[in-house]
């Protein structure tokens, strides 16, 4: 059986649909359920096992990035949001999904309601659409199994990216952190454009304390193809482009529980 | 409310005066309508005259474009007419709608059809720059999305002309916005637009020149995949209901067709502040995702945009040939206050209007309630051939549809064109090259304009398989952009585009086939297949004074010789012949632009190349027809103050099989990297080349060749080819076996070092640092974009 992803849009969600392309390739069953649907009850969340919210601007990212969507998700879909944390289920919040996340709450601490940190404005100031080399940390996030230690190649496009906590939730997260921004030798960077938001200590990714869920800045969903790399022709490629695995590993996770 | 014009009883002085800052339209025009209802027996409501001026103004009839056309005394076949024979004579197999929808259509692969429009906004972008860009693009979106029933829109693409950012405060005209202001707020606006849309903008470019102080060229395209089963344009059916589906209405955009007719003067920027409208993008998604889900479900008879005009433009087009009764107080509305007139005109954004049959109105409803989407049934689609709308029982506009389409009095225009009497220079040798090579390189016309492409999103829908700036550091151009539509698979569209404003003032035909040319070679330099590629014209243009459209004569005749030539058609166009300030002391022409856009289809994306080096050691040679002392109009004399005369001209005669052989050479899996020559010559086209690779080259000039005419010459159709095999000694014959019969020169190799050195007859005649050429490069727009 292959697992059911809910791929959720609303206004203002765009990158929906390579994010499906992304999780069928995976081996995933998608489908792209508006948020009305879930509001309605024509659709409950707990008839899926993946939960993903795609990039894009939703609400057009008015108040703060991400924001409404998350108000919309802690006030009228609490209930089926605890149920599906509670059985276990993956969630991967790309881009704006993952400024979603952080202002739910579940990211970092997985506590609806609790917002503990932030992304804000990039320090450039502006929007930014380049490919970064990302450090995969040795979280215990059931995305990047296999992945510690290596470089993944990603694009970043975003205005509003830079991760911001305050010093203890920093310290106390330091062991969830995912994905930094790094140099092509690995080494995590303040340096801009290889940080391209200004992150603090370079945090590119995050999972919650379960490794259930992740969430992350850069496009994987934008990878899953050689040739949507930007020097594809220049590069003898072995293996799977980078973006893959991250939903793979999902679809394995949910197979194998 | 509603008033009525006595114009049965005006005199000419009058008519004109009714006209002026609102109407746009000339005292002939006015003298019909004043014919129209003295035969009728009444006078027009406001919103009749409304309508009647949308109708027919120059931006939504292009009355010069269909004119009949007397040039030096002789007459020729109308504009249009010409561009359209060209097609029909191509009768290109792969064109399945041209100039009869919102977009042209070509097919795709496995049932797709893929589409492309091109538009301007230069009026609304003068006088409010972030939103004139944004609705630009909002406005193109459309285009697509109502192209046949329905598209789905994968890529935005964006061409600027402004005066320098570094023009005096004192050059710029009485009402005119300074260029440093207008290209940060119009790439803002581009940026915002398709970045919240989620449509990527990858290809595009920014000319400069001290003319376009009084009006910069802002234009915008779109391309969009949609089922082929389902590419035609769509016909209403009497009975059928008109549903506006989107924003609502206000007062933003009132008058913007109109207005946007007419010449820019030191007023427009107050009277006419009304006619741009506010963009909202996020709207505009969510009724795409509402519009593709109902046309999936075979819901929409016919769909068009709500663009200039408003209803009055989208209602009476649709309906014309069946008629179409609107009951307008149905119309959700922003805030109350408005007159029926203004609601019927109103150019509010992100609205569509759709022709559904009545038993599908439930269902399609219901679509739209999913996704946040208002839907209004406004009226329906008659038999009468009459254009009735109602405001709370009242009739304010009751028109003939005949007359409304067919009532504009016919032009005749008068065209002359002499050739300009410009001169050319006697440049001595340069002295200091690597001097000149680093000025080349940081001109405004040649400089790199990554700052902006950063803003712009041009990886969202995971499809870009070129991407505009690439190579080892990510900042060397691509001349196209690849993308792959169909997720997992490898079938690809290719877009691409070029202008040179320079050009056309020396000589607009050889001006705008360098334009056409360039479009076609930045495709081919990327993989395109020549066959399968097709065109799209954006004529921007001072207004038709005898001169100007003796220019725009021989820039149409132009493209339909390119065409011809190369069987590419020109499927989709657009001209807008409002280039020119006017005060009472001052005429400003605008320079003529001529975009020629191009796109096409791809069956494999693996087979393409990108401009950057891929390794030492390889030989480079030159595909291409050029006259090296064919200077005029470069940025070369440009740096020496002169525009000169002798300017590059394509020849027809070589370019198609130049073209067919590259893309040739390119399928084979032959060439590393393909770049076209265009601003800056083989000189800049050879540094960015070096850019990309990490690593320099080695050019041989040929004995008794001129070594700057041949480093800047900027003759479009040419490429620099690194080849895959053939270094060293067999170089030059692998080169020649693959470009049998086209001209085509080996000029060097690639080198480890960072370094381009040009030599002639086995003497060095200087080297020069990549970095030192890349700092100039990167220099101005760092300056602007910061």
Redesign the interface.
């Given at each position: 059986m292959k697992p059911k992803v809910c791929v959720l849009?609303t206004?203002?969600?765009?990158?929906d649909?390579?994010t499906f392309?992304?999780f069928?390739?995976a081996g995933g069953d998608c489908r792209l359920v508006?948020i009305?649907?879930l509001r309605n009850k024509e659709e409950k969340l707990a008839d899926y096992q993946i939960l993903a919210i795609p990039?894009?601007?939703s609400?057009?990212?008015d108040v703060h990035a991400g924001k409404i969507l998350a108000v919309e998700l802690t006030s009228f879909l609490q209930e089926q949001l605890v149920e599906f944390l509670a059985a276990g289920k993956p969630i991967l919040g790309i881009c704006n999904g993952f400024q979603v996340l952080v202002r739910t709450g579940i990211l970092p601490d997985r506590k609806i309601g609790e917002v503990s940190a932030a992304l804000v404005g990039n320090d450039s100031g502006?929007?930014?659409?380049?490919?970064v080399t990302l450090f995969t940390e040795n979280a215990p996030c059931i995305f990047t199994e296999g992945l510690a230690g290596k470089c993944l190649n990603l694009?970043v496009?975003h205005a509003e990216g830079k991760f911001y906590a305050g010093p203890e939730t920093l310290k106390k997260i330091a062991g969830q952190v995912v994905f930094r921004y790094a140099g092509e030798n690995g080494r995590p960077t303040q340096d801009y454009p290889l940080n391209p938001n200004g992150s603090l200590n370079a945090i590119a990714g995050l999972c919650d304390p379960t490794g259930l869920v992740l969430g992350l800045m850069p496009?994987p969903?934008?990878f899953?193809?050689h040739?949507?790399h930007?020097?594809?022709?220049?590069r003898d490629f072995v293996g799977e482009p980078h973006g893959l695995a991250i939903f793979r590993n999902a679809v394995r996770y949910v197979k194998n529980a | 409310r509603t008033q009525t014009i006595p114009i049965r009883e005006m005199d000419d002085e009058q008519l004109l005066e009714l006209s002026r800052d609102k109407l746009f339209l000339n005292l002939e025009e006015m003298r019909a309508i004043q014919d129209y209802f003295r035969a009728s027996g009444r006078d027009p409501t406001d919103c009749e005259l409304e309508t009647i001026a949308q109708t027919w103004s120059e931006h939504c009839v292009h009355k010069t474009f269909k004119a009949r056309l007397i040039v030096n005394g002789e007459e020729k076949t109308p504009l249009l007419k010409r561009l359209q024979q060209a097609t029909a004579e191509i009768s290109h197999p792969l064109v399945l709608s041209a100039f009869v929808d919102n977009s042209g259509v070509m097919e795709f692969y496995h049932g797709w059809a893929i589409c492309g429009k091109v538009e301007t906004h230069n009026s609304p972008s003068a006088i409010e720059p972030y939103g004139g860009a944004m609705t630009g693009s909002g406005g193109v979106f459309r285009d697509i999305m109502g192209t046949g029933q329905g598209a789905r829109v994968i890529a935005s693409t964006d061409m600027f002309c402004f005066a320098p950012p570094d023009t005096p405060r004192e050059d710029i005209p009485p009402g005119c916005l300074h260029p440093h202001y207008l290209l940060r707020r119009v790439v803002a606006g581009v940026?915002d637009y398709g970045?919240?849309?989620?449509i990527p903008t990858n290809n595009g470019s920014v000319h400069f020149h001290r003319d376009f102080r009084a009006k910069p060229t802002v234009i915008v395209g779109a391309y969009g995949i949609l089922p082929k089963d389902r590419c035609q344009k769509g016909k209403p059916r009497p009975g059928d209901l008109a549903l506006v589906i989107g924003g609502r209405t206000g007062r933003d955009g009132i008058h913007g067709a109109t207005f946007s007719s007419g010449e820019m003067t030191e007023r427009t920027i107050e009277v006419n502040a009304s006619a741009v409208q506010i963009g909202?993008?996020?709207e505009e998604?969510?009724m795409s995702?509402a519009i593709l889900e109902a046309g999936a479900a075979g819901l929409i008879r016919a769909i068009t945009d709500c663009g200039a005009g408003g209803f009055s433009s989208a209602l009476g087009e649709m309906g014309a040939q069946t008629g179409v009764r609107v009951q307008l107080e149905r119309a959700p509305l922003k805030y109350s206050g408005l007159k029926p007139w203004e609601i019927w005109v109103s150019e509010s954004q992100e609205r569509m209007v759709l022709a559904v049959a009545p038993e599908n109105l439930e269902r399609i409803l219901e679509i739209c309630?999913?996704?946040?989407v208002e839907a209004t049934v406004l009226g329906e689609f008659t038999g009468d051939r009459r254009l009735v709308v109602t405001y709370q029982g009242e009739t304010v506009c009751d028109l003939d549809m005949e007359f409304l389409h067919h009532g504009l009095p016919p032009r005749v225009m008068r065209a002359s064109w002499q050739e300009p009497a410009g001169e050319e220079p006697a440049l001595a040798l340069p002295e200091d090259w690597a001097t000149l090579y680093c000025r080349v390189m940081g001109h405004l016309n040649v400089c790199s304009k990554e700052p902006i492409?950063?803003?712009?999103?041009?990886?969202?829908?995971?499809?870009?398989?070129l991407?505009p700036?690439?190579?080892?550091a990510?900042d060397a151009p691509n001349d196209a952009v690849l993308l792959?539509p169909l997720?997992?698979r490898?079938e690809a569209v290719v877009i691409s585009h070029g202008l040179n404003p320079v050009l056309n003032q020396i000589d607009p035909y050889y001006g705008s086939l360098w334009a056409a040319a360039e479009a076609a070679a930045n495709a081919v330099a990327a993989g395109a297949d020549p066959r399968e590629t097709v065109l799209i014209d954006n004529f921007i243009w001072p207004f038709p004074d005898e001169e100007s459209l003796g220019a725009l004569d021989r820039a149409v005749d132009a493209c339909v010789d390119f065409a011809r030539a190369t069987g590419m058609p020109f499927i989709s166009g657009k001209d807008s012949l409002s280039s020119t300030y006017r005060t009472k002391d001052l005429v400003l022409k605008i320079p003529p632009v001529l975009c020629v856009s191009a796109f096409g289809r791809l069956p494999d994306?693996?087979k393409t190349?990108?401009a950057?080096f891929?390794r030492a050691g390889s030989i480079l040679v030159l595909v291409g027809k050029r006259n090296p002392a064919e200077m005029g109009g470069s940025v070369y004399y440009d740096l020496a103050g002169y525009l000169g005369k002798n300017l590059p001209r394509v020849d027809l005669g070589t370019l198609p099989r130049v073209l067919a052989a590259v893309h040739r050479a390119i399928a084979a899996g032959k060439v590393l990297a393909c770049h076209d020559i265009s601003e800056g010559g083989l000189a800049a086209c050879l540094a960015e080349m070096c850019f990309g690779g990490g690593m320099g080259a080695r050019i041989d000039i040929p004995a008794g060749e001129r070594p700057d005419f041949f480093l800047f010459n900027e003759t479009a159709g040419c490429f620099v080819v690194e080849l895959a095999d053939g270094g060293g000694e067999d170089g030059g014959k692998a080169a020649e076996e693959l470009f049998a019969g086209v001209p085509c020169l080996p000029i060097g190799a690639t080198l480890p070092e960072q370094q381009i050195v040009v030599c002639q007859e086995g003497k060095e005649l200087f080297r020069v640092d990549l970095n030192e050429l890349k700092e100039a490069w990167k220099k101005p727009m760092l300056k602007v974009f910061g």
């Open positions: 849009r206004d203002g969600t765009n990158c649909l390579e392309a992304a069928e390739k508006h009305n649907r990039g894009g601007f609400y057009g990212d502006r929007f930014e659409c380049r490919w694009p496009a496009h969903e934008r899953v193809e040739t949507q930007p020097n594809w022709r220049r | 940026r970045n919240r849309m989620g909202h993008p996020i998604k969510r995702d309630r999913g996704f946040n492409v950063r803003m712009y999103d041009h990886g969202v829908q995971g499809s870009n398989a991407p700036y690439g190579g080892t990510g792959t997720y997992g490898r994306v693996t190349a990108s950057d891929k």
